[in-house]
T-cell receptor, first 115, second 111 residues
Framework: AQSVTQLDSQVPVFEEAPVELRCNYSSSVSVYLFWYVQYPNQGLQLLLKYLSGSTLVESINGFEAEFNKSQTSFHLRKPSVHISDTAEYFCAVNFYTGTAIKLTFGTGTRLQVTL | DAGVTQSPTHLIKTRGQHVTLRCSPISGHKSVSWYQQVLGQGPQFIFQYYEKEERGRGNFPDRFSARQFPNYSSELNVNALLLGDSALYLC??????????FGEGSRLTVL
């Protein structure tokens, strides 16, 4: 079965500390991988994506994620977080079947950054 | 360029009523998808349309329907509303490489 797992529902961290948000998936087909961020009362914003090529992908605001095919993971990391990074983060996977573009989302991880 | 636009942003309905939600994709995008996000959960796939044809459907009852117009905008219709239909309904348009860009959503409350 195809599934996406975000094991951590909440991650509290102090400002300027590093953080890792974990995402694992289960699939028998090729995948495209995404991280989305959702601020309160807003829609989802695409943070970064892996479609092909380099397994390490970066966002413009300092986040990075690495596609690990053997471990079926796509963990999100940031070396130093800021208060403004407080939000809900969703890992999403497109299990490529050649027809619909359909994302399967994890349950989300609430990143809470404090001083 | 405008992003994905959705209307209305908020609405309140009572059980048994019908609702229509609207979405305009990013200019140049031909595919629109709909997702339901219940409070505290990740979004769930409802439909994808491409060039006015349904490409995919999630595990939702027949009370949910959608369509896409020649200008690529889309409507999501939900009939016979239930309390459990209360959620944030997100519309997304897809780039040619499969990235989804979401709108701000329509928050539906069913009383």
């Amino acid at each position: 079965a195809q599934s996406v797992t975000q094991l951590d529902s909440q991650v509290p961290v102090f400002e300027e500390a590093p953080v890792e948000l974990r995402c694992n998936y289960s699939s028998s087909v090729s995948v495209y991988l995404f991280w989305y961020v959702q601020y309160p009362n807003q829609g989802l914003q695409l943070l970064l994506k892996y479609l092909s090529g380099s397994t390490l992908v970066e966002s413009i605001n300092g986040f990075e994620a690495e596609f690990n095919k053997s471990q079926t993971s796509f963990h999100l990391r940031k070396p130093s977080v800021h208060i403004s990074d407080t939000a809900e983060y969703f890992c999403a996977v497109n299990f490529y079947t050649g027809t619909a573009i359909k994302l399967t989302f994890g349950t989300g991880t609430r990143l809470q950054v404090t001083l | 360029d405008a992003g994905v636009t959705q209307s209305p942003t908020h609405l309140i309905k009572t059980r048994g009523q019908h609702v229509t939600l609207r979405c305009s994709p990013i200019s140049g995008h031909k595919s629109v998808s709909w997702y339901q996000q219940v409070l505290g959960q990740g979004p769930q796939f409802i439909f994808q349309y491409y060039e006015k044809e349904e490409r995919g459907r999630g595990n939702f009852p027949d009370r949910f329907s959608a369509r896409q117009f020649p200008n690529y905008s889309s409507e999501l219709n939900v009939n016979a509303l239930l309390l459990g239909d209360s959620a944030l309904y997100l519309c997304a348009s897809s780039s040619p490489v499969g990235e989804l860009f979401f709108g701000e959503g329509s928050r539906l409350t069913v009383l």
